[in-house]
């Protein structure tokens, strides 16, 4: 992991992975891959990896279903008592 390697933008557009990327990810020809533009350049991965990196993200967001239902509580408690 952590591994720098380099790919070619060919004349079509066409980018292909090295192949220790594709092994070590399962990257199989008809992979979908997920690209996602960022300030500091690109990432790349499939649908599964992504979906599991936003989890990752939000495991310790706690719930916005949980916050606003408090927040609400909270303006009813103001609205009793003016």
Known sequence: ???TLVAVVGKKGR???PKVLRDRHGWDE???LV????PQG???M???EALSAVRASLSGA???ADDLISER???AAKDAQA
Do not use: I, N, Q, Y
Not at 35 to 38: A, F, G, H, P, Q
């Open 46 to 48: 499939t649908r599964a």
């Open 73 to 75: 509580h909270a303006e």
């Open 30 to 32: 008809g992979s979908t």
């Open 35 to 38: 690209l996602v533009d960022l």
């Open 15 to 17: 980018v292909v992975p």
């Open 42 to 44: 690109g990432l790349v």
């Open 62 to 64: 706690g719930s916005l």
């Open 1 to 3: 992991m952590g591994d």
